[in-house]
């Protein structure tokens, strides 16, 4: 099967989920490329927004060929980008099928643009497309209540759901969560993303007598990740008594403002690669994320795939809750988070059964699998209507 994955977004904004996908889908036998428009804004990427390439290449990553264009976006004019984003990827869709001719699916990354790209380009040429949502509902509420009360993205994404020939989600809880919006007429399957297995493999941690227990958060320095919370619940253990540190890295943990909030027994990385996230988690015994808002963070697959527990809020949705290794409070509750992680310091796991446990949820194989029939079933259900 010839299938082309299209992000909303991707390097230097994230979205190797996409990429994780392509490569287990090409390790079936299937044909995959990725094709990608990805805007920049000068206000925060200055660098990258007069540096970085102003015409479409292609390049290969892990294997995957990777066709891409950088759109320079003005800043405050939200519809005049999606629309010329919208129409940069269907003029990139007309030379990738000359090129490679035509997918027989079309597998968009969030409705928000790519869905939407992806219809437009099904009615034009035929092709099935797929969605996978991947944005939380905190993402639409921040971008819609900027345009007021009838937001005008809400029908053109709605149109984008009701064509697809499958909506998939990252988790159980997000098309109700999202109902608000799009209503809830659609037959929405839950398909996670990929943790790499094999490279967060578990690890024995060393024996915790007479040395001191490691707590690492690795998110972004934002309001939605809670680290005031969590900065607050670490103090408490500290008043307390307990022998534990807080290790934490992401873009905007070195910045004044974070290290004006740390105290003793807390450290800070900033934003940090692949490699030494692994190196992170394997020197540390439980992870924390106080977060407000999720749709599916792969942080906790990742930290429970090395065979430690995590602690987190409600947020988070069921399909990650494994037994024994995940650890729920509310959300703000800087108390409950405080005797979360004091529980977790006392509390002895089967850190190769909670590893386990992430394999047959997120691996490679198991999400490639899932796709793979999905999508057989989207082509074998639109192939009759376009003969």
């Known amino acids: 099967m010839h299938i082309l994955e299209v992000p909303s977004f991707f390097q230097p904004h994230g979205g190797l989920f996409c990429l994780e996908q392509a490569k287990a889908l090409k390790n079936l036998g299937h044909e995959v490329r990725i094709m990608t428009n990805v805007q920049l804004g000068i206000t925060v990427e200055l660098h990258d927004y007069f540096m970085l390439p102003c015409r479409r290449y292609e390049y290969e990553m892990d294997g995957i060929t990777i066709y891409q264009s950088y759109q320079r976006g003005l800043p405050k004019v939200i519809q005049f980008n999606v629309k010329r984003w919208v129409a940069i990827v269907r003029s990139m869709f007309a030379e990738y099928v000359k090129k490679y001719g035509r997918p027989d699916i079309i597998h968009a990354h969030c409705a928000k643009w790519a869905g939407y790209a992806a219809m437009l380009i099904s009615r034009e040429y035929g092709i099935p497309y797929v969605i996978t949502e991947h944005l939380s509902k905190t993402i639409f509420d921040d971008e819609f209540r900027l345009v007021g009360n009838t937001p005008w993205q809400v029908p053109l994404l709605t149109e984008a759901y009701q064509h697809a020939a499958k909506l998939l989600s990252v988790s159980d809880e997000l098309p109700e969560r999202l109902a608000v919006y799009f209503g809830k007429n659609y037959q929405w399957e839950t398909v996670s993303n990929i943790v790499d297995t094999d490279f967060y493999q578990y690890r024995q941690r060393e024996p915790l007598q007479g040395r001191t227990f490691r707590f690492c958060c690795l998110a972004n320095y934002i309001p939605l990740k809670g680290y005031d919370i969590l900065f607050s619940a670490f103090r408490t253990l500290r008043e307390k008594g307990l022998n534990v540190e807080l290790h934490i890295a992401g873009r905007g943990t070195d910045t004044a403002d974070c290290r004006s909030q740390l105290t003793d027994g807390m450290l800070t990385y900033g934003l940090i690669d692949k490699q030494t996230v692994r190196e992170l988690l394997y020197t540390s015994d439980a992870l924390v994320l106080a977060s407000r808002s999720e749709a599916q963070p792969l942080v906790l697959l990742e930290a429970m795939s090395t065979g430690i527990p995590v602690v987190s809020t409600e947020v988070i949705p069921q399909n990650l809750r494994l037994n024994d ?28 059964l909670l590893s386990q446990q992430v394999a047959q949820l997120a691996s490679a194989r198991v999400v490639g699998e899932k796709l793979d029939k999905v999508f057989r079933e989207a082509v074998a259900d639109t192939t009759p209507h376009n003969a």
């Open 325 to 352: 290794g995940c650890f729920i409070v509310p959300v703000d509750d800087a108390n409950a988070l405080a005797d979360a992680m004091e529980h977790v310091v006392n509390t002895s796991i089967d850190g190769q």
